[in-house]
């Protein structure tokens, strides 16, 4: 999935790095020798270019990876040849720029795990990763007037790129999002790039929030462009998208300690249903993601911003929890539930026990280590303490109180989004993830959040800490205390067992709009559809067209290769039959793990209830259909249908006219297997799907909506 993949060459690199262990081959603060900075940064290019890394994401991740190191080895040894060399690599990578359709700069190429796309695009980690040294360059040599007078155009330079690529471009495309609280964080762009004509294709369905890494990544740029400029715009951004951070840790009262997620949803792009669109949690496998974010933190922490030494303490205690202890010799995750984990390198100036742990995972004696080692002793060490490195006048120091919330079970609450108009007769959707079974209550309370004003949800959880259920009801401003919907600012408070956590929400007025969606279908009607002449207005197309590749009836049938979407019900799901032809190209993929078309219904809450070829170790993919209900996770569960699969056009019927006894055939066969809790009682639209596994054709639909 774009959102969880990343180079695994890189990744694999930096665990190597940051794992070695044994002791340090030199003695306790003796001298590090100096590595060769032109061999080093001739060693780096020739890494970067020897995959098949593009010029996309996939080659900002690589070039990244020693980015930074050319300037700790300048600050490590204080020697400038490290600067020329940091120069040198720098315009390495820049070389590779290209325009948008915009004409904004930008690593531009085959997305994320999609190697050898038709379209195209940059990332704003892709860009953060490779701006963020680029803007340190300049804070090194603008406040030294020797290094000023040899590399002062350069840094100017590099400053002017880092505003232009990080801040104009993002700003520009729309990617930040800002709540009714004030929080901020930054979604993929709903657009890619046709390289063949430079013209932007419109994907829509690309708009989601970007993992935390990514966000924070970007933030780091604008945090340093601040301290070189010391524009409010700037500190501004840094403390919305940082002080959400702290609105969204899990507080272990027990430890004292904080937790985080990889990604939380945040706009209203990010829930589709009762789940997110992505996963929540820990990341099970690269435990170098919150390494990172801890780097991060504790630089924000650095230049008087955002966080506490209270906040850092608790990272440091939540890395000693982490660590082998007992008869426990393997790392754990900060929640765990996985077998994970690393030293938080960043934060070994503040802990004596961080600190000889990250010295003895140094260990070796290659150039990266020599640098770590070096940087470790003559930076680190003297600066000390909790002295915050970039603050002169501690009067200026700004945090954000955020008040700690648990969130040992109640692993996400999230009100999505946080505001709601009534003159439109708007929604929000109250979304939780809990690792516990029990009662789960949501009420309103008011703004305050001491009077509740009435329950909202209530439901029993069956869930254990190491699974996860998904809630999202939605919730349309309607105050129980006053069946009214009153205008203001309210709380929303999850409860379950002895844990609960809140979050603002606020109602108001707003102004009428016009009504986007076709009028529902009506009882006693038919929706007939075909592709024979113009499309029924009630289609959402991306990336799909009328064909004539494949026929069944006609002469064309619809071509899905991205998403399609046919709406014919609003708010409460209707008690539909629906039957379609849909085209089975008749891959066969054996045991590889690839996911191939889907094709279903909506319902009205947002899920997706579908069928699907889908190739897994424990499928038959080849033999027969999967089903698949978001509301469950998503994409991420598929199960056997007992559909047989069949060459060319299938016929599927969905029958939800007694809602009591819902049917789905597939050629005839019933869809076994199903999930009670996991099938849909009716709909409001259909969906289908294309995928790695080829597209999907669909032809000849007809939705009846009995008396």
């Known amino acids: 999935m774009r959102h969880s993949a990343t180079t695994a060459i890189l990744l694999t690199s930096t665990i190597l790095f940051l794992s070695v262990t044994g002791r340090s081959v030199f003695a306790q603060n003796g001298s590090v020798p100096k590595p060769d900075p032109d061999a080093f940064c001739e060693q780096s290019m020739a890494w970067v270019t020897s995959g098949k890394a593009g010029t996309g994401e996939l080659f ?3 070039a990244a990876y020693s980015s930074e190191t050319f300037l700790t080895a300048y600050e490590a040894f204080g020697d ?34 999609e190697q050898g796309a038709e379209l195209a695009t940059d990332a704003v980690v892709g860009d953060a990763k490779l701006c963020a040294p680029l803007v340190r360059f300049a804070e090194i040599v603008l406040a030294d007037p020797e290094l000023k007078k040899r590399f002062g155009a350069k840094a100017q330079r590099y400053v002017e790129l880092a505003t232009r690529i990080c ?37 829509p369905s690309r708009v989601l929030s970007e993992n935390l890494n990514k966000h924070y990544a970007v933030g780091i740029v604008l945090l340093r462009l601040w301290r070189v400029t010391d524009k409010d715009e700037y500190r501004e951004r840094v403390l919305k998208v940082f002080g959400r951070a702290k609105t969204m840790w899990h507080y272990y009262p027990d430890e004292d300690r904080i937790v985080w997620n990889f990604w939380m949803p945040h706009g209203p792009y990010d829930v589709e249903g009762r789940a997110p669109r992505m996963w929540v949690g820990l990341h099970g496998s690269r435990s170098s993601y919150q390494a990172s974010e801890a780097g991060y933190f504790a630089e924000v922490y650095d230049s008087g911003l955002v966080f506490t030494r209270e906040d850092l303490e608790r990272m440091v205690r939540t890395n000693h929890w982490m660590m082998p202890a007992g008869e426990r010799t393997a790392w754990r995750s900060a929640d765990g539930l996985f077998d994970s984990g690393q030293v938080w390198s960043a934060l070994a100036r503040f802990d004596e026990r961080i600190r000889d742990a990250y010295e003895k995972q140094i260990g070796g004696d290659s150039p990266r280590e020599r640098i770590a080692l070096a940087y470790l002793r003559n930076v680190k060490d003297k600066i000390g303490g909790w002295k915050r490195r970039y603050v002169k006048d501690e009067a200026k120091v700004e945090v954000v109180d955020a008040p700690l919330q648990p969130g040992r ?17 708007e929604r929000v959707q109250l979304a939780c993830q809990t690792r516990a079974a029990g009662k789960l209550k949501i009420e309103l309370l008011d703004q305050e959040g001491r009077q509740v004003l009435g329950t909202l949800y209530e439901t029993n959880t069956f869930e254990t800490a190491k699974a996860k259920e998904y809630h999202a009801p939605f919730w349309d401003g309607t105050n129980p205390r006053t069946g009214r919907k009153d205008v203001g600012q309210f709380m929303i408070r999850w409860t379950l067992g002895e844990e609960s956590r809140q979050s603002p929400v606020w109602v108001r007025v707003g102004e009428r709009q016009p009504r986007k969606a076709p009028e529902p279908l009506q009882k006693g009607r038919v929706l007939t559809v075909d592709s024979e002449g113009k499309l029924d207005d009630r289609w959402r197309l991306e990336g799909s067209e009328v064909s004539s590749e494949q ?40 045991k590889k793990s690839v996911n191939g078309p889907a094709w279903g219904v909506v319902t009205a809450i947002g899920d997706k209830f579908c069928l699907r070829q889908c190739w897994r170790g424990y499928l038959n993919g080849d033999a027969e259909y999967a089903w698949v209900n978001t509301g469950e996770d998503q994409w991420y569960t598929p199960r056997a249908s007992g559909v047989r699969r069949a060459d060319g056009w299938v016929e ?13 055939t597939g050629n005839g066969q019933e869809v076994r297997r199903l999930v009670p809790e996991h099938t849909p009682k009716g709909a409001v639209g259909l969906y289908f799907k294309g995928d790695k ?14 008396e």
């Open 693 to 706: 596994g080829g597209p999907v054709f669909v032809d000849d639909i007809t939705v009846e909506y009995p």
């Open 60 to 62: 900002c991740w690589r």
């Open 652 to 664: 599927w019927v969905f029958d939800f006219t007694d809602p009591a006894a819902v049917k789905i």
């Open 167 to 203: 801040w104009e471009k993002w700003n520009h495309r729309g990617c930040y999002y800002e709540d009714a609280a004030g929080w901020g964080s930054y979604h993929a762009y709903g657009k890619l790039v046709d390289p063949t004509t430079n013209e932007w294709v419109d994907r």
């Open 409 to 425: 079970y109640l692993t996400m609450s999230v009100v999505v989004p946080n505001s709601l108009a009534t003159a439109n007769d």
């Open 551 to 590: 026929k069944r009836s006609g002469s064309k049938a619809l071509k899905v290769s991205a998403t399609a979407r046919l709406v014919f019900g609003d708010r409460d799901d209707l008690p539909v039959r629906i039957r379609m032809w849909v085209y089975d190209s008749g891959q066969k993929l054996g």
């Open 80 to 113: 400038v040849t490290w600067l020329e060399a940091a120069e040198k690599y720098y315009d390495f990578y820049l070389e590779k720029l290209k325009k948008d359709p915009d004409g904004f700069e930008g690593w531009i190429g085959d997305p994320i795990g």
